[in-house]
């Protein structure tokens, strides 16, 4: 079974618009951690985000934030004012904890690749 | 602060040949990965080192695939001989082990084997 899904292969948005990209996983440790990655045409992987399993408030950063929901296992980013620039792929990965073995490697999904329209 | 530094950006060479990928990761992280990326299987993890021993290489292809880490601050990926399969983008990631910290990333090497 596949840990880390991302159903939407391909969005887009009005620039100035919110914008939501789905992430759904599976694991059974209860300490895990979620992460969101940015890779833009240029190639590089750049970290946006990262929510605990444990976090009480969903994480935020900027025009980014987490929209955790555990029940359901998913950890969807929200873009907000979404803007050019953020016309990028975009991953979600997880690190599962000491419950599976304590390796502190990322599980990445497929990604979603976000298209912003002025 | 300096991030992860890869070498070369860019590799073009014939097949057969010796490739040897360079990775020097941000000072005081303690674990780095390798990764490939195509555009057919995505992003796989290659292999890792812990403290610079190499905790799980399952992702490495086949023994053409061969990854090091003499010190903290150094590690390379070989491929000999390459095959043209093996062109892709290589990136070197590193991090802390203790707590869910993220991995940072390298620009990432482009390797295209003719």
């Known amino acids: 079974a596949q840990k880390i899904t991302q159903t939407q292969p391909g969005m887009f948005v009005q620039e100035k618009e919110a914008v939501t990209l789905d992430c759904t996983y599976d694991?059974?440790?209860?300490?895990?951690?979620l992460f969101w990655y940015k890779q833009p045409s240029s190639g590089e992987m750049i970290f946006l985000i990262y929510?605990?399993?444990?976090?009480?408030q969903n994480a935020t950063e900027g025009r980014y934030s987490l929209n955790f929901q555990k029940a359901r296992k998913s950890a969807n980013l929200v873009i907000s004012a979404s803007q050019l620039g953020d016309s990028a792929m975009y991953f979600c990965?997880?690190?599962?904890?000491?419950?599976?073995?304590?390796?502190?490697?990322?599980?990445f999904g497929a990604g979603t690749r976000l298209a912003v329209h002025p | 602060d300096a991030g992860v530094i890869q070498s070369p950006r860019h590799e073009v060479t014939e097949m057969g040949q010796e490739v040897t990928l360079r990775c020097k990761p941000i000072?005081?992280?303690?674990?780095l990965f390798w990764y490939r990326q195509t555009m057919m299987r995505g992003l796989e993890l290659l292999i890792y080192?812990?403290?610079?021993?190499?905790?799980?290489d399952s992702g490495m292809p086949e023994d053409r695939f061969s990854a090091k880490m003499p010190n903290a601050s150094f590690s390379t990926l070989k491929i000999q001989p390459s095959e043209p399969r093996d062109s892709a983008v290589y990136f070197c990631?590193?991090?802390?082990?203790?707590?869910?910290?993220?991995?940072?990333f390298g620009d990432g090497t482009r390797l295209s084997i003719l």
């Open positions: 080192f812990n403290n610079n021993v190499p905790i799980d």
């Open positions: 694991t059974s440790d209860p300490s895990y951690g």
């Open positions: 990965a997880m690190r599962e904890g000491a419950f599976s073995g304590g390796y502190n490697k990322l599980i």
């Open positions: 990631a590193s991090s802390l082990i203790e707590g869910y910290q993220p991995q940072h």
């Open positions: 000072s005081g992280h303690n674990s």
């Open positions: 929510q605990g399993s444990y976090d009480q």
